[in-house]
């Protein structure tokens, strides 16, 4: 079941006509749907059951309203910045749910995140263990930590987005794990409670989170007998969607694997999903400025960049590109979806056959994780706005760029 839907070859979104918010609100627009969040939240949550949380990565869309509607069902947060915790509070979010996650959290970062009373911290080196134990002797605080460790297993995905390999840079080499814990064990205002690992995203097998869940484990079980104990296993986000063929396992599957994996070990569970939960559940909707046929290529020149959406240019991420509203008196033919960036490489699609005409919508799918938060003002282009559909409404959750907000902050020379 998906949110975005063709009836009677009108792209809808939920109930509403994709044609119709392109023309309310303007272009590029991303569009999302309440119901898609909600769905692929509940999945997660539903599957862990009371055995852990599901952490939603708030990197993959950190709308406040996406936020705020998956804090309404009691979502945990995954956070990477000061930033991001400042947007799970304002969101309305539990803090006592938040795990804080990234390799270069400032002393201010941790401080902030302590005092807002995050469940976790997530330490990736043995020298931010020792910047948090001088925080909390500083300051009267205490921390909750886990170890990021590095299993160095091979995620099998975009080189850009593999991070559980010994050669990137995340996380404490799992060989050197067990010495980073005895020291974290020893220091005052420092309490382990888990151990996490995340090796990259856009996974679509279960196998090499079933191999780092067994490497992990061997250091669980080496640190019980030297009375370490450890609550809870965090096996980060990763999970893959279809954007074209890809047929990765649900969150359902993924969850119970992870789940029989463990057998009965007292472990809680944490999944830090984003894409998964994110991806399906927003388009990016933009207009064909101009169609260019050439002898060699056809471009149809969109109003959508990379600047709203980098992932085809930075990952050669395909991602499906579809008319909102469907022609049948034209002809087909073979066109690369260019944006107007001066950049060779601002392109959102290549190489679709597609029937078009200038002054036509096109909605790119699997544009809910990954688009507007790494969305950016280059050439000095507004970033798009974004609205949530929630049934036959919808709701302006982050109003279009203009000139003045670009310039915010920016002064000329006395
Ligand atoms: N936890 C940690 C520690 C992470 O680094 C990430 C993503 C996640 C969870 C969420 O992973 P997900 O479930 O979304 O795969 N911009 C790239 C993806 C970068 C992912 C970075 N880390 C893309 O557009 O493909």
């Known amino acids: 079941m998906t949110a975005f839907n063709y009836a009677n070859g009108e792209l809808l979104a939920e109930n509403c006509p994709v044609q119709h918010l392109a023309e309310q609100h303007g272009t590029p627009l991303y ?29 993959a869309n950190s709308n406040i309203a996406v936020l705020n509607v998956l804090a309404r069902l009691g979502a945990g947060f995954d956070i990477v910045s000061q930033g991001e915790l400042q947007r799970v509070l304002a969101a309305g979010g539990d803090a006592s749910r938040v795990v804080f996650s990234g390799l270069g959290k ?36 205490e921390a909750k930590v886990s170890l990021r460790v590095n299993p160095d297993v091979d995620a099998k995905t975009h080189p850009y987005i593999s991070t559980g390999l010994k050669e990137n840079k995340f996380g404490i080499d799992i060989a050197i794990a067990d010495q980073v814990y005895r020291r974290a064990h020893q220091l005052d205002g420092i309490t382990v409670v888990g151990i996490d690992c995340h090796i990259g995203s856009q996974l679509t097998e279960t196998k090499p989170f079933l191999d ?10 080496q640190l019980a007998e ?26 359902t599957e993924h969850v119970n694997a992870i789940k029989e994996h463990l057998g009965d070990r007292p ?70 979806a260019v944006g107007p960036v001066c950049e060779t490489g601002d392109f959102l699609a290549k190489d679709r056959e597609l029937a078009i005409e200038a002054g036509d919508y096109l909605a790119l799918f699997g544009a809910g994780a990954y688009g507007f938060t790494m969305a950016s003002n280059y050439n000095t282009r507004g970033r798009a706005a974004e609205v949530m559909v929630d049934g036959d ?10 000139f003045d907000d670009m310039v915010r902050g920016e002064q000329l020379l006395p």
């Open 106 to 141: 400032t002393q201010s970062e941790l401080l902030f995140a302590l005092q807002a009373g995050v469940h976790c911290i997530n330490l990736e080196s043995a020298a931010e263990l020792e910047a948090l134990a001088e925080v909390c002797a500083e300051h009267g605080v």
């Open 267 to 336: 472990l809680k569970l944490i999944f830090e999903p984003g894409r998964s939960i994110a991806a399906n559940a927003g388009i990016l909707v933009t207009k064909v400025e101009y169609l260019k046929p050439g002898e060699h290529k056809n471009f149809a020149i969109i109003d959508g960049a990379m600047n709203d959406m980098i992932r085809p240019s930075l990952y050669s991420a395909w991602m499906d590109l579809q008319p909102v509203c469907q022609r049948n008196n034209t002809e087909t033919k073979v066109w690369d």
């Open 393 to 402: 409404n919808n709701y302006v959750i982050r109003q279009r760029e203009n």
């Open 226 to 251: 030297e009375g370490i104990v450890i609550e809870h296993l965090d096996l980060g986000g990763g999970l893959g969607v279809c954007y074209q063929d890809e047929t990765p396992p649900t969150p």
């Open 31 to 59: 569009v999302y749907s309440r119901q898609a969040f909600e769905n692929s939240y509940l999945e997660y949550a539903n599957a862990l059951g009371d055995s852990g949380m599901t952490c939603y990565a708030v990197k």
């Open 212 to 221: 780092a869940l067994d490497r992990v484990l061997i250091l669980v079980d």
